[in-house]
């Protein structure tokens, strides 16, 4: 079964880009979602796809998957990005959704 | 405005039940792909489980012959039936709708991100 690995915590200065790992066996070959979650609210999705954004979703929000790591970018990092953020892949074999570890990015 | 409500979470004792329930407006809940997805106190998400619209249900394993997932065509809803608790199921319960999941002629076709989220309600598990 799919153990997807993030970083537990980045940093970044606004204007900057923020850059969030997640790392799995051959997660390439997968179409790789990402969710945006802040205090007290529920997840929202940021990318979907590896690289498709919802409507409304800022175009700072991008994402890229190869190999065993796919990676969701946040460019020009605002405060308001500060969250934490969640990878996740369909396991097909088992039929189960699979999340990943999760990451607090947090704006400096 | 696709909207997910989710209730009937509250502290309940060890080995006890509670039934949660999400009442779906702007979707079908019997077209689509719909799940339960948690979040422990200061933990990460965990997926409990998913019905397809032709009925089928996958269950994590923490939770596979203590939970059934289920729903309600007639009221346009989806419920969570917990048995056994445990304190490790202590978690905010999230319902969510599969962003293309779907059922025709006898297949079904999803699993892949989920679009909409309902605001969770809170289950406590606690002596």
């Known amino acids: 079964s799919h153990v997807l690995t993030q970083p537990p915590s980045v940093s970044v200065a606004p204007g900057q880009t923020a850059k969030i790992a997640c790392g799995g066996n051959?997660?390439?070959?997968?179409?790789v979602h990402w969710y945006q979650q802040k205090p007290g609210q529920a997840p929202v999705l940021v990318v979907y796809d590896d690289s498709d954004r919802p409507s409304g979703i800022p175009e700072r929000f991008s994402g890229s998957n190869s190999g065993n790591t796919a990676t969701l970018t946040i460019s020009g990092v605002v405060a308001g990005d500060e969250a934490d953020y969640y990878c996740q892949v369909w396991d097909s074999s088992s039929e189960h959704y699979v999340f990943g570890t999760g990451t607090k990015v947090t704006v400096l | 405005e696709v909207q997910l409500v989710e209730s009937g979470g509250g502290l309940i004792q060890p080995g006890g039940s509670l039934r949660l329930s999400c009442a779906a407006s702007?979707?079908?809940?019997?077209?689509?792909?719909m799940s339960w997805v948690r979040q422990a106190p200061g933990k990460g998400l965990e997926w409990v489980s998913v019905?397809?619209?032709?009925?089928?249900?996958y269950y994590a394993d923490s939770v596979k012959g203590r939970f059934t997932i289920s729903r309600d065509n007639s009221k346009n809803t989806l419920s969570l039936q917990m048995n056994s608790l445990r304190a490790e199921d202590t978690a905010v319960y999230y319902c969510a709708r599969d962003r293309i999941g779907y059922c025709s002629g006898g297949r079904c076709f999803g699993g892949d991100a989920i679009d909409v989220w309902g605001q969770g309600t809170q289950v406590t598990v606690s002596s």
């Open positions: 019905i397809y619209g032709d009925g089928t249900t």
């Open positions: 051959n997660i390439g070959r997968d179409s």
């Open positions: 702007g979707l079908i809940v019997s077209s689509n792909y």
